[in-house]
């Protein structure tokens, strides 16, 4: 199928480059071709969203919520298609894709309910006849940049708010995963989305830097590597532009001496080689306490070593690819690395079979100490590595060495020691005695350290990002 840019509510095939989307099981396969937006493109994309933006913001809440209901049963209706397709772009197993596009479908409604719920605040005033109103109006055009990972679930989740509260968007995705995002937009346009209000361009970094620096492009809203996020903060801070950014992760799973073992070793599993490990959320550190470390490992080990690997679409396939050559070669050579340094592998490789595509196997590392690059480099892959804790301070000391501050997981059933992991774990999303990975629409989501900048996404938060406030001291005529 050819995807196609959208600029101004016309679809067309772009000027840029040409390419192609591949299946990372099966590399030979091509899911999707187009081309590329042009900077001219973009620079239209830009004026279709700042045209359409007075008229959107004009548009009454629940007329807006309605459009993103009508999204959001596209969405639901299709799932069991635009799942296997996701399956087939990104490498995710086909039960996580489906899941993924009917979460995108509940992240929809959950915006669209915001029609019912938005407020704004009324104070007091010292004068008579005064009150003071807090009024939340949008902000315009903001420009968003998402990554591969998540192909549907992330740009719902900001679409959706940026849309409710009446902003346009210009939307450039990863060029690895672009037929979900087509199926989105067009999701969007046949639920009656008016033209120019979302406007998709395909295209690489340079597109990227082209919407951050553009002048009619008034907030930037970026999820990716914390690399390119810093980038995207530092470009926005010289131009005064509000930025949210939601970056890397190397996220710690604690097991303390008094945990369900058993439970534990499920869960970090799960976190672990889920999406092929390639989860922000994903857990990559593991922080055991020694009276329980050898038995704990030996069950993360054995249940690791038990997955099934393979083509996303079969049945019982537990974990499928890397997105890409690119990623395949990262996270072997920092496998490579840790074994050199001194790491010991304690898996024997899963059933990866003789395959074609981008497959490495789920690898679980004894590591020789925290001072290992393995420990503090995001390999974004489904590799996690063990260090051992003398007790729970010492652990969640642990936890805390790293640049990273995006989501952590601990297991325990005393519950002060739980309450002391939210009052010193450094994250910005905290498992008690679940997986480091998972997230619900209607709370807040977003990481701390180099891992999150600016204000939260998902649930309430995403409002303080997609509006701005006006105060009115609304005073009674004299
Ligand atoms: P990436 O940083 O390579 O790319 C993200 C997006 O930025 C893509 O659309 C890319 O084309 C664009 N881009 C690249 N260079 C750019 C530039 N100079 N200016 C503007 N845009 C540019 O990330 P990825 O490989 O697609 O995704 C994986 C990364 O994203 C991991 O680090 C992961 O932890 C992170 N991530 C974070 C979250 C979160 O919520 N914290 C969620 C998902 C993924």
């Known amino acids: 199928m050819d995807v196609l840019n959208l600029i101004g509510g016309r679809w067309s095939e772009g ?61 639901d209706g299709n799932a069991g298609e635009w799942g296997a397709e996701l399956a087939r772009e990104e490498g995710k197993t086909l039960p996580e894709a489906v899941a993924e596009v009917r979460g995108a479908a509940r992240i929809l409604r959950y915006y669209a309910g915001e029609a019912d719920r938005e407020s704004g605040e009324i104070y007091a005033s010292p004068r008579p006849g005064e009150n003071v109103l807090v009024v939340r109006k949008p902000i315009g055009v903001i420009g968003m940049i998402t990554p591969f990972n998540f192909p549907i679930a992330i740009p719902a989740w900001k679409i959706g708010p940026a849309l409710s509260y009446g902003n346009t968007v210009v939307w450039k995705p990863s060029s690895l995963v672009p037929l979900l995002a087509c199926r989105l937009a067009r999701a969007l346009t046949e639920a009656g989305l008016p033209d120019g209000v979302l406007n998709l361009v395909y295209g690489e970094a340079d597109a990227g830097t082209a919407i951050v620096g553009h002048p009619g492009v008034n907030a930037i809203s970026f999820t990716g590597s914390t690399a390119v996020g810093r980038a995207v903060i530092a470009r926005c801070g010289e131009l005064g532009k509000p930025v949210q950014t939601e970056m ?39 922080i055991v306490a020694s009276q329980v470390a050898d ?36 996270v072997s050579a920092g496998v490579r690395r840790a074994v050199e340094e001194g790491a010991k592998p304690l898996s024997d490789g899963g059933r990866l079979g003789d395959r074609d595509g981008w497959f490495v196997p ?45 989501s952590a997981a601990i297991f325990t059933r005393d519950l002060g020691v739980a309450l002391q992991a939210v009052e010193r774990l450094e994250v910005g999303v905290l498992h008690v005695n679940s997986e480091s990975a998972g997230t619900f629409p209607y709370v807040p ?32 005529p004299a």
């Open 15 to 75: 000027e840029g480059e040409e390419f192609a989307d591949t299946n990372p099981a099966r590399p030979a396969e091509v899911v999707a071709r187009g081309r590329f937006a042009s900077a001219r493109e973009v620079e239209r994309a830009v004026a279709a969203a700042r045209e359409a933006a007075p008229g959107w913001a004009a548009t009454p809440h629940h007329a807006r919520a309605a459009v993103l209901l009508g999204a959001a049963d596209l969405v």
């Open 445 to 476: 989501f977003g990481g701390t350290k180099q891992s999150g900048f600016g204000p939260k996404e998902q649930g309430r938060a995403a409002r303080e990002f997609f509006t701005q406030t006006v105060t009115v001291y609304l005073g009674a």
């Open 295 to 330: 038995d704990l490992l030996e069950r993360v080990a054995a249940r690791a070593s038990g997955l099934v690997v393979g083509d996303p679409l079969e049945d019982g396939v537990e974990m499928g690819p890397l997105v890409s050559s690119a990623a395949r070669d990262r």
């Open 362 to 406: 789920p690898t679980v590392l004894d590591l020789p100490g925290t001072g290992v690059d393995f420990w503090h480099t995001e390999l974004f892959g489904p590799v996690v590595g063990a260090v051992r804790a003398d007790g729970a301070e010492e652990a969640l000391g642990l936890a805390n060495l790293s640049d990273h501050g995006l």
């Open 248 to 286: 890397g992760g190397k996220n710690a799973s604690i097991v303390l001496a008094d945990a369900d073992l058993d439970h534990a070793a499920e869960q970090v599993v799960l976190g672990a080689f889920r999406s092929t490990g390639q989860k922000c959320t994903a857990t990559s550190r593991l």
